[in-house]
Structure formats: structure tokens, C-alpha cells
């Protein structure tokens, strides 16, 4: 049985009658919420085995919340058991911030949305449905003694059925609120099955060969390996002489001249990696050119001044969005300009000395090239996990259509 099979036996009318009976705020539909936070939550899984660090993560991760579940194992005794449902529902709320970082404020938010449900039932919904996704994986890998690479082919098989089982109404509300376009615009390929690891008895054990037969292979094995040695003393004398060359010409070893060596850019393929990779340490481009025409002139750190601010007020919920206009981008390029590092800087260490505080670096260009505006949210990200933050508490993506700068969005405080 695949996972929505098994959570469908879960969710019986029984299930959800008992459910809606723990809240005295019964306003919206209990049952599309908690099918909706399911949905959406597989989605998750789902893109987080794009990257094999970030499965390797969720599949620790998921061992170590199915270790410390409170779920029996008959489900229905979640609610004859004082207090059982709503510490379930706590622990679930923990390990969305945990397993989905960036996700708990907009996820909250939209299936509020989509299921017209109060806050309080939400959140109950929303803790009490993860903690029963992470069960029935836990339980999977542990009774079927499953390793990564059986967890990333089992996910990866939902795919499909995600997009033939999820409403239509909460894909339009689900993909553009948590950013998970890749799950419609990445093809469907069938994964492939993680090869059994041969056992001792079904080791393949050469057999002897005859004296005559091992006599020819030894000869013609030598003869290769004679070859091969001197082959390779050849090729060593070749770049010996070469790099001789290149010392009596310019007195180095470099194969470029300073003004002809190639300049480092961010590797492309992080900025379409999961936003929860570790990225390269390279350092980030900034603009250095003479030729400040195309630059805009960054606008005063009171922006940072007012984020500090509101990170630090607690009578402020999280969720809001703050236009930075201090970080600028060179006009179409992910460059960003000198002036803008010292704003990152100071944001980086807020970061620090807030652990608890996640943001999501949303950017824009003219004409909203999405490739660019990945470019370019990746290119702030990279500045922060430069100076320590961890790249979990930190979402990027493309905002669309905009000007050379950035927003930031704190998703929690």
C-alpha cells in the first residue's frame, strides 16, 4: 500500500468525527484541512529527495521522530487517552519546523485558505497530520529495514500520484504559496529500484583455470602492463616537459596569465539545488568594474534597522516582508555591488544571534527571468551561509517581475 492508501485507512468517518469533537471552533471543512496538510507535506518529502544530502537528513530524521512518537499503534486510542491528541498534535508542530523549515507560516496560512478553517483547528490539523506521516514512514523503514536510497525510490514513487490524487484546488494554492513548482514542471521519470546488495552465498567465486590457460593470461597480462608502464612514463615526461616550458617562459607554473585567468561565478546547478543543500564555500561576485553606470546606488541601512526592530518585538507576529533596497543587483546580472555585502553582513549576524528566525530571500528582474531571479536570491543566500547561517533557516527563490533588489520575508521569530 502506498502512503495515501494508508492514511485513508487512518482518516475513517470515525476519525474525523472524533476529531472535530476535541475543538469548539468547528468553522470549515476538518477533513479537506487534514487531506490538504497531508498532500502538501508528501510534496515536501517528495522534492527534499531531489538532493541526496537533504534525503539523507529527512532519513535520519524521520528514525529519530518515529523513535520518540507518542502515536499508538491503534490509532483510535489517540483520543481515548487524556491529553494524547494534543501533545501528538505539539510534536507534529515541531516536526514541520524542523523537517520543513520554511514551510509551517505559508502552510498554516494556505490550508486556512483552502479549508476555511479557524487558526486553532489548523494548527491542531496541520501537528496532528504530520506526526501521522512521519508514523507510517517510520514505521516502513523500520519494518522493512529500509535504507536512504529505499526511502528516496518509495517517495519518489508518489509522485505520480500526488498530481492524479491532490484536488486541483489546493495544487493552485499549494505550488505557488511554498514555491514547489518543480513538482508540475519536473518530468515524471520512473525511479529506479535500489540494487540488492548480493549476499555471501550468492558471491560469484571465480573458478582455477587450468596451468596452460593461467600460463597465456599471465603473458598477455604482463605484456599489457608492461605497455601501460611505459605509456605512463611517457605521458610524465611529456608534462614534464610542458610545464618546464611555461617556468622558463613566465617563471610560474600557471597556464594563464593574470589578466587571462578565468574568474569563479556561482556554479548554476546550486542555484537550482534544494534550499536545503550546504552550498560551495566559493566566495560570492561582487561588482568591481570601473563602469558604475549600470549600478544602483544602495540606499540607507535604515532598512535593516527596522527588520532588526521587528525581529526583536515580540508583541509582532512573524510573516512579514521588508523591501531592501540597501542590497542591489548590477542591472541584469546576479552580481551583486560592494555596497550591498555589508548589508548581508549585518543580517547574517541578526541571524546568529537569532536562532529561532527563518527568512525566505525573494528577487526580481525586469521581464522576471525566473532563472535570473534564482541567480540572484541564491547569490544573497550564499553571502549569509558564508558567514555562518545555517543554509535550513534560510528559503530563496524567484519573485517575478521587479526591480534589482531583494525582499525578505521572516517566516518565523
Known amino acids: 500500500m502506498n502512503l495515501f492508501e494508508n492514511f485513508e485507512d487512518i482518516i475513517n ?4 468525527t472524533k476529531l472535530k469533537s476535541i475543538s469548539t471552533d468547528n468553522l470549515g471543512d476538518v477533513e479537506v484541512a487534514v487531506k490538504g496538510v497531508f498532500y502538501t507535506l508528501v510534496a515536501g518529502l517528495i522534492r527534499r529527495t531531489n538532493s541526496d544530502m537533504s534525503a539523507g537528513m529527512l532519513f535520519n530524521q ?25 501533545k501528538v498534535a505539539e510534536d507534529g508542530s515541531k516536526i514541520i519546523s524542523q523537517i520543513f523549515p ?32 512521519i508514523d507510517l514512514l517510520g514505521n516502513k523503514i523500520s519494518s522493512e529495514n529500509m535504507d536512504k536510497d529505499d526511502l528516496i525510490y518509495y517517495l519518489k514513487q508518489h509522485h505520480e500520484l500526488l498530481l492524479q490524487q491532490a484536488p486541483e484546488s489546493l ?16 518530468k515524471i521519470v520512473a525511479p529506479k529500484k535500489p540494487e540488492a546488495k548480493a549476499t555471501e552465498e550468492e558471491a560469484v567465486v571465480p573458478t582455477t583455470s587450468s596451468f596452460s590457460e593461467g600460463y597465456n593470461n599471465d603473458s598477455s597480462s604482463e605484456t599489457f602492463f608492461n605497455k601501460k608502464v611505459l605509456l605512463g612514463l611517457l605521458a610524465l615526461a611529456l608534462l614534464g616537459g610542458i610545464l618546464y616550458f611555461f617556468w622558463a617562459k613566465s617563471g610560474d607554473f600557471s597556464f594563464f596569465s593574470k589578466e587571462e585567468a578565468p574568474v569563479e561565478s556561482i556554479d548554476e546547478e546550486l542555484m537550482f539545488a534544494d534550499s536545503l543543500d550546504r552550498l560551495s564555500k566559493d566566495s560570492v561576485k561582487v561588482n568591481v568594474s570601473a ?23 515580540k508583541t509582532k507576529g512573524q510573516g512579514s516582508e521588508f523591501d531592501f533596497k540597501s542590497i542591489q543587483y548590477i542591472d541584469k546580472s546576479f552580481d551583486l555591488t560592494n555596497e550591498s ?26 521581464g522576471g527571468d525566473q532563472k535570473l531571479n534564482n541567480k540572484r536570491a541564491f547569490a544573497v543566500k550564499k553571502v549569509l551561509l558564508r558567514k555562518g547561517v545555517n543554509t535550513i533557516r534560510i528559503d530563496a527563490g524567484s519573485g ?10 521572516v517566516v518565523t521569530k
Open 62 to 86: 524521520i528514525k529519530e521522530k518515529y523513535n520518540k512518537s507518542s502515536i499508538p499503534e491503534d490509532k483510535s486510542l489517540l483520543f481515548s487517552q487524556k491529553g494524547l491528541i494534543e
Open 171 to 186: 495544487m493552485e494554492k499549494m505550488i505557488p504559496a511554498l514555491g514547489l513548482q518543480e513538482l508540475i514542471n519536473t
Open 102 to 133: 520554511a514551510y509551517k507560516s505559508p502552510l498554516l496560512s494556505m490550508i486556512g485558505s483552502y479549508a476555511n478553517t479557524s487558526k486553532n483547528v489548523t494548527v491542531i490539523t496541520s501537528g496532528l497530520t504530520s506526526s501521522l506521516l
Open 400 to 409: 517575478g517581475n521587479g526591480g534589482n533588489y531583494p525582499k525578505i520575508k
Open 291 to 313: 563602469d558604475s553606470s549600470k549600478t544602483v546606488q544602495a540606499s540607507s541601512t535604515s532598512e535593516f534597522v527596522v527588520l532588526k526592530q521587528y525581529v526583536n518585538d
Open 341 to 366: 555585502i555589508p548589508v548581508i553582513d549585518s543580517i547574517a549576524g541578526l541571524m546568529n544571534a537569532n536562532g529561532r528566525l527563518q527568512i525566505k530571500i525573494t528577487a526580481f528582474s525586469e
Open 13 to 16: 468517518e470515525d476519525f474525523i
